[in-house]
């Protein structure tokens, strides 16, 4: 055994880990300085400034240190090696990283090679009709950095292109003048972020300087300072070197757009200045490569760097995960194997119109909707808001009163119905006849107490009433002493009514002039008062009648707090301010004398008085009333205090409301806030707004869903086909869930249901069950065929009861004709014209569906109405899709004759047609989709898509349900040649409208037209300029001899 020297290495333990250490020490030095020479380096989580102060780099919109995070995506960018391009592929072919595959987003750490004439000017990347003032919705644009709308240049930092809703990428080189410390800073409306990377690779760009993280941010042009993180810290440059920088800038659509980067060296009362083309130079130059080259592109941690953030909740409903969205991947049952489960039945529908003389575009309105269950939550419940539709209220009502009418409050013990009774009577005030003016004789008092009526007032003699009342005289409760004389109201005059209208009392008799009158305005105002006998109607003031009144307002009564109502009469007003129209009778009677109560109860009382009920005539709670009022008698426009003769009569009433004040207590204000009942509860039921909705193409309200399919009804359905299926087959399959069931409904012959359920096989396998029945009526007839008398296979006798139960229930049957076929080709026929960028992304999504399904039963047919922005054929050659056709036309872009031909080169006419557009969003479904809902020679495919709105993304999406487009079309090209394809003659020239011709022609001949909503369906919001080959006004300019 040899002997190991334990005893000294004890001894010296403390020298042998010192010379590990020193070891360990070279070897990273040695490490260190290689990377150098390679141009890498071992960084730093933290780095100091040269005083030992600790650098506070800056934050980006997520909390993230900017540095760092730049750091992080090099040090991960550089742990692997950068993918070479294949031998014998195109480097700036769109797909040079494999099948399916997008873009790389690697970051750009090699610039290309710099000429001397790239100096003057920096490359400019625009990226329009995109809303929003964040640098971050920039980032969220589906097409941002790569395939900007226009690519140019600019000669100096400081752009200002006067337009709205655009974003702006500015990157290129910076050459400082001299070394030394330099410090920048950058001004713009809305937002933006300067970036500059410590050498000439856009890989090392770090954020130095920013204007807001919201949007809501913004500087005046030059204005530098405003915030703090407008100004970088001092950065040592070298007049030697350039480097790098990235310009980002986002606008809305309103204020002054710009954007400008100003500099100056890190000396005292140096001011900044904007950095001009003396200092700058080209990152490439572009101005030979078409749109789709990209190769060139740098990619930089600004251009991703806090784009597309995860949401932990989803703000949309459809969104959440669906059984739906991943179902056909689950193996089918064999379609075979189904046969002999259901009778077979005859299916014709009474909705079909065929042989119907239809208007014109009038297709719409025969296109009936699906009832779908479970729920798949297409209902955009985000866009709510302000779109209140899916709800049959108005929104005129909805805004004035909301949902309080579903909505029972609830009422303490003992508490009466006053409130319920004053509304419901209130509501019944709907003939304006019935009510009188200020000019009318039945005016309301603001005291509990009646008052006699004087026989005259300021030389004014008040007319008797025509007629005495119908009920007797009731004797007068005491007044209370030194009450003020109360103010005039006005008050509610019926003709004859036989129940009191309030407070018990019965309503005198209406004049006969108050039929004439135009009608009033309605309000709610608090009620304290008694009527006093109708005088006879003021004549009409020679400017004629009273102007005609606004519409009223009804406030809905609410309880009212107790108020006082000896309020203090209010000081006059200047004179002068009396609107016009024509002046009411000045009521003003006088103070009661003081008698006793016994008196006062033997008091004799004119005709026409009536008196309250003695169980309300001493509530000292408000009550609310509703009267009406002229245009002049708004209030506050008309409430001045008469002076001159009534002076020494205000005098005794503000002695005598300071003797009542001083026993009562402080006086209230007139106007008291409302009072707040926060113990308040109600009762409602359960409310299902699904049931008000009808199978009609609703063409008014765009973010309703599909409609809902009762429960109860679904479950029934499949219950009766899993005991048909069982008894089949033995007892072979156990249902595990429902995923969807469809219904079409037909209330004379039946409904047509898709069943799509998920089963397990009794060997352990799950399997999917997709297939048409028929639940038929008892009394259709079994002998029922279709209006065509056209049957491609033998119809089997069915007895006339063999769908019928024997308690004449409806029963389940097999429809003839209405199969659908899971491995049907589709085609999607796509016409383009310079849309560079939207090309490359349809494609990216179609080889992603090719990729994520694994179905190569699919091809795409661009129709090129020659591009000039990018080589198309080159494009779809390159592209990873199972099957494809490039087919070129001349002139101008026509939509219709596109499609058509698109159609026409299409040879199986068993195999479907999507006629299709360049801008929409697939989820991977779609197909799927499609051959379920297409059925030759009986249904065609009409998907409803969600338009999205400026700014939006698949991710967030707000928009609506294009409801009344049907431009997505999925039919059979059997059925598309027997309907006569497109209308290429009369949509020539024009583009809009020939979807709906043909849905009349489709309808016409027999089809049925499919019509739902389909989650995760999408049409991206895009710029229309430049489309179809149309110029500016200045390009033209420029392009004219």
């Known amino acids: 055994m040899p002997w190991f020297p334990v005893k000294k290495i004890r001894k010296q333990i403390k020298l042998l880990l010192l010379l590990l250490l020193l070891t360990c020490a070279a070897w990273l030095t040695y490490v260190h300085l290689s990377l150098v020479r390679q141009g890498r380096a071992l960084r730093q989580r933290l780095g100091y400034g040269r005083d030992g102060e600790k650098l506070s780099g800056v934050t980006d919109g997520r909390g993230i240190r900017a540095a760092l995070s730049t750091q992080r995506a090099e040090d991960s960018s ?39 004439e790239y100096k003057g000017q920096v490359n400019l990347h625009v990226f329009e009709d995109w809303c929003g003032g964040a640098v971050g919705h920039l980032r969220r644009n589906l097409h941002f950095p790569l395939f900007p709308h226009t690519r140019t240049t600019v000669k100096k930092l400081a752009v200002s292109p006067k337009w709205k809703n655009y974003g702006l990428r500015i990157f290129g080189f910076i050459h400082p003048a001299r070394d030394g410390d330099v410090q920048f800073s950058v001004a713009s409306d809305d937002n933006s972020e300067f970036w500059l990377s410590p050498t000439e690779s856009p890989a090392g760009a770090q954020l130095v300087a920013f204007v807001g993280k919201t949007g809501s941010e913004w500087t005046a042009p030059g204005e530098f300072t405003k915030f703090s993180s407008q100004v970088s810290k001092p950065r040592r440059l070298m007049a030697s070197r350039r480097y790098y920088f990235e310009l980002l800038h986002k606008q809305d659509d309103r204020g002054s757009d ?61 969104l959440r995960p669906d059984p739906r969205d991943t179902f056909f991947l689950t193996p089918r049952v064999e379609p075979w194997s189904l046969e002999n489960v259901l009778e077979p039945c005859t299916y014709a529908p009474t909705y079909v119109v065929k042989d119907f003389p239809i208007a014109r575009y009038q297709g719409l309105q025969f296109v009936y909707l699906s009832f779908v269950y479970p729920n798949d939550h297409t209902r955009l419940t985000h ?64 005291g509990p107490e009646p008052t006699e009526a004087p026989g005259t007032q300021g030389g004014r003699r008040l007319a008797a ?52 009158r135009p009608p009033k305005v309605y309000v709610t105002r608090v009620r304290p008062g008694l009527r006093v006998p109708p005088q006879a109607p003021a004549p009409l003031s020679p400017r004629g009648p009273p102007r005609p009144p606004f519409p009223g307002v009804f406030l809905r009564p609410r309880p009212l707090p107790r108020v006082q ?22 009521l003003r009677p006088p103070a009661p004398a003081p008698t006793t109560q016994g008196s006062r109860e033997g008091q004799a009382r004119e005709p026409g008085l009536t008196a309250p009920t003695t169980d309300s005539n001493y509530s000292s709670e408000a009550q609310p009333v509703t009267s009406f009022l002229s245009l002049s008698q708004v209030p506050g426009e008309n409430e001045e205090e008469e002076e001159g003769d009534d002076e020494e009569g205000a005098q005794g009433e503000e002695a005598a409301l300071e003797d009542s004040e001083e026993k009562a207590g402080a006086v209230r204000g007139r106007w008291q806030e409302d009072a707040v009942n926060w113990q308040r509860t109600f009762s409602v039921g359960s409310v299902d707004f699904e049931v008000l909705r009808s199978d009609w193409n609703d063409l008014r309200c765009n973010v309703s869903g599909n409609l809902q399919l009762q429960e109860a009804e679904a479950v029934d359905v499949v219950a009766q086909y899993m005991e048909r299926l069982n008894a089949r087959h033995g007892g072979r399959y156990a249902l595990l869930r429902i995923v969807n069931v469809e219904k079409r409904r037909d209330s004379a012959r039946g409904s047509r249901f898709l069943l799509e359920l998920e089963l397990q096989e009794r060997g352990g396998r799950r399997l999917r069950l997709s297939e048409y029945v028929f639940l038929r009526l008892p009394r259709v007839r079994a002998g029922d065929t279709d209006g065509d008398g056209e049957s491609p296979e033998p119809a089997p006798a069915v007895s006339p009861a063999a769908s019928v139960h024997p308690d004449g229930r409806p029963e389940l049957c097999r429809p003839l004709r209405l199969a659908w076929r899971q491995d049907v080709m589709v085609h999607f026929i796509v016409p383009v014209k310079n849309q560079a960028r939207w090309v490359v992304q349809f494609l990216a999504d179609m080889a992603a569906l090719h990729i994520r399904t694994g179905d190569s039963r699919f091809s795409v047919i661009l129709v090129d109405f020659e591009s000039d922005d990018m080589d198309v054929e080159r494009a779809l050659r390159a592209a990873p899709l199972p099957r494809y056709q490039y087919l070129r036309r001349s002139g101008n872009f026509e939509r219709s004759a596109g499609l058509q031909a698109g159609v026409a080169a299409v040879e199986d006419a068993s ?45 967030d999406p707000h928009g609506y349900w294009e409801v009344n487009g049907f431009g997505l079309f999925g039919i059979y090209k059997s059925d598309f040649d027997r309907v006569g394809g497109m209308n290429t003659e009369e949509f020539r020239d024009q583009w809009g409208g020939e979807d709906w011709e043909l849905l009349d022609r489709v309808l016409q001949a027999g089809l049925e037209v499919e019509r739902l909503r389909v989650r995760n369906f999408y049409h991206h919001f895009h710029s229309k300029r430049g489309m179809w080959g149309v110029h500016s006004r200045k390009a033209a300019r420029k392009e004219a001899p």
Not at 79 to 90: A, H, I, N, T, Y
Not at 93 to 110: C, E, I, V, Y
Not at 470 to 484: D, E, H, N, S
Not at 572 to 585: I, K, N, S, W
Request: net charge negative.
């Open 78 to 116: 550089e742990s692997r090696e950068e993918e070479r391009v294949p031998e014998g592929r195109d480097p700036d072919a769109l797909f040079p990283w494999g099948a399916g595959r997008p873009l790389s987003l690697n970051l750009t750490r090699q610039a290309p090679s710099w000429r001397e």
């Open 911 to 955: 195999s479907i047609v999507f006629l299709c557009d360049l801008h929409i969003h697939f989820p991977p479904s779609i197909l799927d989709g499609i051959r379920k809902h297409c059925v030759e020679g009986k249904l065609a495919f009409a998907p409803v898509v969600m338009r999205l709105g400026c700014g939006s993304s698949p991710g």
């Open 465 to 516: 009433p025509t007629e005495a009342p119908a009920t007797p005289a009731l004797p007068t409760p005491p007044a209370p002493v030194g009450r003020p004389t109360p103010r005039r109201s006005r008050a509610l005059s019926w003709a004859v009514r036989p129940l009191p209208l309030f407070w018990g009392r019965a309503p005198p008799p209406r004049p006969a002039a108050a039929a004439e």
């Open 565 to 586: 109502l000896r309020a203090r009469p209010r000081p006059p007003r200047a004179r002068g301010r009396r609107t016009g129209g024509p002046q009411a009778a000045k």
């Open 258 to 318: 710009h954007v400008e980067v100003g500099w100056r060296a890190f000396l005292p009362g140096l001011k900044f200045e904007v950095i001009g083309s003396a200092h700058i130079s080209l990152y490439t130059d572009e101005s030979a490569l078409k749109m789709d080259h990209v190769a060139h592109v740098p990619q930089s941690p600004a251009s991703h760097v806090g784009g597309r953030l995860l949401q932990e909740e989803p703000r949309a409903d459809m």
């Open 383 to 446: 866009m709510e808001t302000d779109n209140k539709c899916f709800y049959r209220e108005s929104p005129l009502y909805l805004e004035r009163f909301g949902f309080y009418k579903y909505m029972k409050m609830d009422r303490e013990e003992g508490e009466e119905d006053e409130e319920e009774e004053v509304q419901r009577r209130a509501f019944l005030f709907l003939n304006p006849d019935d009510f009188l003016d200020d000019e009318d004789d039945g005016e309301l008092l603001d």
